[in-house]
């Protein structure tokens, strides 16, 4: 199945194929999260940061409040929404195409109506409101892999020989269940930032063999492919997922390392997606 070549959200247009891929620059109001260098602490700086990862490049921002490591407390939806909706209303009147990162339907409703353009569905579009909520409507939606419910609760992650072919098949199913519901404009995620309980090691050469594995699942899944780059602790592990990612032509890159990801799209090769206006 040919895979969709454009996405149209309100006042915006995002262009995929070709030698196109698109930066998600994470903006992460969550301050229990590891990745120290994304959190930002107040709605101001929320603005500043996307505004300098504008500039560099990224095309879509990403803002989250929920943190997805398994040994961090779930909020309530209210508790999320009060440290999402400032930021986001501030972005959205800036002009930005704000992804929102959650998998709680009352959030990512509140968060539409303040104008976020996409979901970024971190519980794989499981639950039936989440679907309600997207369907017949001009937004987008990220479409996850996810073995459990949501982020907290995974288990270890099943890395048999093979595995990627099993995702991209089961990423194709829940492509086609979701359009005929009229989820249209899907990307999809093989699920590779979630931080399952498995072997460290084992994991990564997973997530590697996933990467390589990209030109198959957008085939097979008939949609646009967002990686969401695992942040290592190790820089140059980090940068070898980054560069494998982008030489198997990811469409969309979802990193919080941005100055690293903008300025190595084109050094290999491919131009920098960006938001057209419509």
Known sequence: MAPDREMLLPGARL???????HVMAVVNLSP????RHSVVDSPAEALERARQYRER???????GAQSSHF???ELSPAEELDRMLPALELLVADGFVVSVDTWKP???ASAVAAGASIVNDTGGLADEAMVELLAGRELG??????EGENPLTVGDRVLVDGRPVAIAASLASRVTELRARGVGQLLVDPGLSINYRSDYVAYGRFQLETIRALAELRRVAGAPVLIPVPRK???????????LSIENGADVLRVHDVEAACDLVPYLGRRLGSVEPR
């Open 141 to 146: 939606a990220v479409a996850m892999h996810i």
């Open 106 to 108: 009352a959030v990512a």
């Open 57 to 63: 490049g990224a095309s879509i921002i990403d803002l």
């Open 15 to 21: 262009r995929f194929g070709d030698d196109l891929t």
């Open 32 to 35: 229990e999260s590891r990745v």
């Open 233 to 243: 602790a190790e820089t140059h592990h980090m940068l070898a997922y980054l560069t």
């Open 71 to 73: 040994e961090n407390r």
